[in-house]
């Protein structure tokens, strides 16, 4: 059934603000394995999703999309959740609501309460933006190697097929590919690898800045490669942090490694990345500080259990 034919003004909801009980919003820079993240916990009966990535929810929105000028990146902050934002973006979340097997909540109105899972790379740089949308929210933080995460970007620009903004003004070098961080302008002209490592360590950066400012019990954090490997371990600790509940089918799946992501270009392999070693180990320096920031977090992760002040 069409969406459209079953429209949800938010006067008339059952609440949405209610509605939406401690989503869990997934926070990564691009190409870091969110994707594989998302469908793994997707899999757990308890949570919906929109059937995939929020690209439209939120950039539907002229006032919140780069491309149409009103603004110039896809950082959001507080100051961009008006009233009606609020509203807007919340009803629209709604509408495309569904569970692993499909069944749409906008045709079962009676669900007055559900856990919703949200991933969208652009996410990395919203989440003052996203707290005022889901007060309650808990947020999973996933974090990947610079030097693959840094190559699996540049095969993304290079492979065309994320290109966001390709008619960006005063802009020279392939079309703009991935999230668009505030400061994108000084690196025009610039070398791929340089453009790549700028939207790792901002994402990586404003991710941490604004995860330090609300309580250190909504929120963790998670190494990829601890995901790929010790995926029955990672993923029970992370629906443990969420209070979600593993069930026989999500258990089941993690018996064995997980299958491979619905964006994945290619194979991972964890030295794929030294096809690009020198243009890498040239920009390293430039992604140092917040690398070193990330690495204290995931080592609290691992001591603590959970998400933690720094």
Known sequence: MNMREHPIQPQRSANLQALFDRPVIILAAPRSGSTLLFETLSKASEFWTIGGES?????????????????????????????????AVQADFARR??????????????????????????NALRQPFLEQIFPSAYYIYLYRDPRENISSMMDAWESGRWATYPGLKNWSGQPWSLLLPPGWERLSGCPLEQVCAFQWEASNRIILDDLGAIPPQRWTAVDYRSLTQSSNTAVRRLCAFADISVDEKLAASLTRPLPLARYTLSRPKPEKWRKREAAIHSVLDSIQTTDNRAKEVLACQSKQGSGRSY
């Open 55 to 87: 690209h439209q929810v939120i950039e539907g929105r002229p006032e919140l999309s780069p491309a149409s000028g009103r603004v110039n990146s896809n950082r959001l902050t507080a100051a961009d959740a008006t009233a009606q934002t609020i509203s």
């Open 97 to 122: 609501l569904r569970d692993r097997q499909g069944r749409r909540w906008s045709e079962n109105l009676a669900i007055k309460r559900l856990r919703f899972l949200e991933k969208t790379p652009k």
